[in-house]
């Protein structure tokens, strides 16, 4: 899960071997959960930045920056 602790707001991510989905809103129990200001997350999860905060899984951020790229299409 991405929560913004600056706008409230948050997004779950559902990871499989296909293309990333993410829906609008929170989930009771996320394996991880990626918090920041929005600025914070969008700098990170475009893997310009290092100023997320992740609980739950070991290593979510480390996994993200090594598998993930965010794109434009």
Same mark, same amino acid.
């Given at each position: 899960?991405?929560? $913004?602790?600056?706008?409230?707001? &948050?997004?779950?991510?559902?990871? *499989? /071997?296909?293309?990333?989905? %993410?829906?609008?809103?929170? !989930?009771?129990?996320?394996?991880?959960?990626?918090?920041? $200001?929005?600025?914070?997350?969008? &700098?990170?999860?475009?893997?310009? *930045? /290092?100023?997320?905060?992740? %609980?739950?899984?070991?290593? !979510?951020?480390?996994?993200?920056?090594?598998?993930?790229?965010?794109?434009?299409?």
């Amino acid at each position: 899960m991405v929560r $913004t602790d600056d706008t409230g707001h &948050a997004w779950t991510i559902h990871v *499989s /071997d296909g293309s990333l989905q %993410t829906d609008l809103g929170a !989930v009771e129990e996320p394996d991880a959960t990626l918090r920041g $200001t929005a600025l914070q997350l969008y &700098a990170g999860l475009w893997n310009r *930045s /290092d100023e997320i905060t992740a %609980t739950g899984r070991p290593n !979510v951020v480390a996994d993200w920056r090594t598998h993930v790229r965010v794109q434009l299409r």
